[in-house]
T-cell receptor, first 114, second 112 residues
Framework: SAVISQKPSRDICQRGTSLTIQCQVD?????MFWYRQQPGQSLTLIAT?????????ESGFVIDKFPISRPNLTFSTLTVSNMSPEDSSIYLC???????????FGQGTRLTVV | AQSVTQPDIHITVSEGASLELRCNYS??????LFWYVQSPGQGLQLLLK??????LVQGIKGFEAEFKRSQSSFNLRKPSVHWSDAAEYFC??????????FGTGTQLKVEL
């Protein structure tokens, strides 16, 4: 599997501001995903980041709130926009090298909105 | 729709005792199944996976899991737990190239 470097590892942000999270993979991956893990909860998929095109969002998540970029096969960003305390979560990016392979994860970004 | 159920939210075992974490899934086709472990403040690490073939899968750190199609289960086992195994364990299901659906996790506590 490949290695994902995710940053920042944590941040404390004021409500109403935005935070951009970056994921850099050390090799090309066909698929990248962004997940949210709310306190004490499991992982929920936010969207699939598509290289060179708009991300595919899951039900309950919208592009205006969580804009995603994926300019190439090794890099993606997730922005959490106009943050509120309810956005306090761990955000994780994930990648897959191919269809019949496992997903591997970054270390996560622990976001606290005050 | 695919789903995963982990019926045990918390489990406590003594160090050296055996462990079994339960996972039941719902998936419309042949599933790809995974167990991940998350230590505090860390991302997810893959323990093992099942794609096809032998239904008993060996993973890292001495873990194994058995796929039972008739029971829609993929339970994780370890014969002798170590204190360092204390963490949260997630079962996940997905198909080729598709997103993963995770269970709610089982928090494992190991008593010394």
């Amino acid at each position: 599997s490949a290695v994902i470097s995710q940053k920042p590892s944590r941040d404390i942000c004021q409500r109403g501001t935005s935070l951009t999270i970056q994921c850099q993979v050390d090799s090309q991956v066909t698929m990248m995903f962004w997940y949210r893990q709310q306190p004490g909860q499991s992982l929920t998929l936010i969207a699939t980041a598509n290289q060179g095109s708009e991300a595919t969002y899951e039900s309950g998540f919208v592009i205006d709130k969580f804009p995603i970029s994926r300019p190439n096969l090794t890099f993606s960003t997730l922005t959490v926009s106009n943050m509120s305390p309810e956005d306090s979560s761990i955000y994780l990016c994930s990648g897959k090298i191919g269809g019949d392979t496992e997903a591997f994860f970054g270390q996560g970004t622990r976001l606290t909105v005050v | 729709a695919q789903s995963v159920t982990q019926p045990d939210i918390h489990i406590t075992v003594s160090e050296g005792a055996s462990l079994e974490l339960r996972c039941n899934y719902s998936y419309g086709a042949t599933p790809y199944l995974f167990w991940y472990v998350q230590s505090p403040g860390q991302g997810l690490q893959l323990l093992l996976k099942y794609f096809s073939g032998d239904t008993l899968v060996q993973g890292i750190k001495g873990f194994e899991a058995e796929f039972k199609r008739s029971q829609s289960s993929f339970n994780l086992r370890k014969p002798s737990v170590h204190w360092s195994d204390a963490a949260e364990y997630f079962c996940a299901v997905g198909g080729g190239g598709n997103k993963l659906t995770f269970g709610t996790g089982t928090q494992l506590k190991v008593e010394l």
